[in-house]
């Protein structure tokens, strides 16, 4: 079973507007982080933000947020007035507890457009 | 502070040839991670090595090996390339154990073609 579930290929969103990115994930591990990573057309790997599963509460970083419904095991990314330079592949990511599973788990990615 | 750094670039090699991929981390992390990226299989664990020991391994074949050096570098090795090995490759850096709540800092990756 995949792990972690991306099920938006692509989106588009007007510039100034927020935009939801989705997520599902699947452990029986209590103890996981979830990670967003964007990846402009350069290749590098950008980190965005992070939830823990024990936070109480959804993380942000600037105009972005982490919608962490923990029952529902999703943690969507909502990026807030987006600009074009947001124009990237979106991954979602899960990093479990367990010794030996500690690898980075990705996603398959969500392709963002930003439209003026 | 610099980030991850990784060399070169873009490569590209003959099917049968060797490759050598290097990975500078963040000054005062320990753990290094190597990840392929492919369109067709997306971003898959390659291994992790944490003070000079492999601690984490993916499902790739023996082909790929790596090592990591007193100073935190690391280097990957792809013996006997075959086509399928085209791809970029990406480093990531953590500060510590690993655990669920450490951030891993990416380079920019390598791009390699085998050919």
């Known amino acids: 079973a995949q792990k972690i579930t991306q099920t938006q290929p692509g989106m588009f969103v007007q510039e100034k507007e927020a935009v939801t990115l989705d997520c599902t994930y699947d452990?029986?591990?209590?103890?996981?982080?979830l990670f967003w990573y964007k990846q402009p057309s350069s290749g590098e790997m950008i980190f965005l933000i992070y939830q823990g599963s024990y936070d109480q509460q959804n993380a942000t970083e600037g105009r972005y947020s982490l919608n962490f419904q923990k029952a529902r095991k999703s943690a969507n990314l909502v990026i807030s007035a987006s600009q074009l330079g947001d124009s990237a592949m979106y991954f979602c990511?899960?990093?479990?507890?367990?010794?030996?599973?500690?690898?980075?788990?990705f996603g398959s990615g969500t392709r963002l457009q930003v439209q003026p | 502070k610099a980030g991850v750094t990784q060399t070169p670039r873009y490569l590209i090699k003959t099917r049968g040839q060797q490759v050598t991929l290097s990975c500078s981390p963040i000054s005062g992390h320990r753990s290094v991670s190597w990840y392929q990226q492919t369109p067709g299989q997306g971003l898959q664990f390659l291994f992790e090595y944490f003070s000079e020991t492999q601690r984490n391994k993916g499902n790739f074949p023996g082909r790929f090996s790596g090592r990591q050096f007193s100073n935190s570098r690391s280097e990957m090795n792809v013996s006997t390339l075959e086509l399928g090995d085209s791809a970029l490759y990406l480093c990531?850096?953590?500060?510590?154990?690993?655990?669920?709540?450490?951030?891993?800092?990416f380079g920019q990756g390598t791009r390699l073609t085998v050919v």
């Open positions: 990531a850096s953590s500060l510590a154990g690993a655990g669920p709540n450490t951030e891993a800092f």
């Open positions: 452990t029986s591990d209590p103890s996981y982080g």
């Open positions: 990511a899960m990093r479990e507890g367990l010794a030996g599973r500690r690898a980075l788990t």
